[in-house]
């Protein structure tokens, strides 16, 4: 659960580094950078101090990059620009749960007792209460849709990328091997590292075809401009969200089932608020508080439950 909870706080620091990179470069260049600069990352402790591409379950844990990082990854950084971050956060985190619940299920058998989904139930009931907004956001329809739609997308991806995982430590304990977080973090940001640099250069591909191949030295400098201004929040988002964030992640997975950890980051909206307050200015107001209290009654249920 202390994973869980790490986790949680580590991705709401992404979430809010991810919206300022997503609404400058695009959530598809955004998210590309933030796997690369984990994949280093990563790639130092896994290489050195750790078991780099070793294990039984190195193709699993690939498959689990692809489809939490490559498939959720892409649709939550399609979200981040049209919802907002807390939104989007809201979406994929509370829908992510039950994602993972009923796949975890249906695929490996795993079935969490009636106080442990009474718990999930009050953390994502409490989640939605204070993140519900008061009013209805200007967003045209199509930014909407499609929006919402990545939200799910994103939260399909995640939960899908979470049993894989634990399908991996599974195949690896059978095999005798423990692989650490760092070593199975790295092994699972290949795969998304991967299918973010196939998506990325199918976009850009569209793009340069569709405005030219010729490019002015006026834009060019403002891409440097930009950059200077926006490098140190991709590196935060990448330390935060894949590095730490998703290492953290991988170690609740070994012994906690996809549907509890999943839960518990769920609450990742609930530290947003002081975070959007600080940042953005948002304020908590009334509702807010008292859905963080149920979300945070939920989680001290779910651990005395287990």
Known sequence: MLAAFLTTLLFAISAICGHRTATQIGGVEANFWRACLATLFLALWANTLGHGFEGAAFPIFVFSGLAGIGLGDSGYF?????????????????????????????????????????????????????LAPREHLKIAPRQMFVGISGAVVGALGGALGAVLSRKAYAVAHAAGEHPDPGTTGYQRVIGGAIALGVLLLAVKWRSARAHGSVLEAKSLQVSRDKWRRLWPWVVANSLAGQTVGVSCMQWALENTSAGIVTAVIATTPILLLPMTRLVDGERIGLRSTLGAMIAVAGVIGLTFSR
């Open 78 to 130: 399609q979200a981040l620009p049209r919802l907002g971050s807390r939104r989007t956060v809201l979406l994929t985190q509370c829908l992510t749960a039950p994602f993972a619940v009923v796949i975890e299920w249906g695929w490996l058998g795993t079935r969490l007792h009636a106080p442990a989904l009474a718990c999930i139930t009050v953390i994502l009931a409490g989640v939605a209460v204070a």
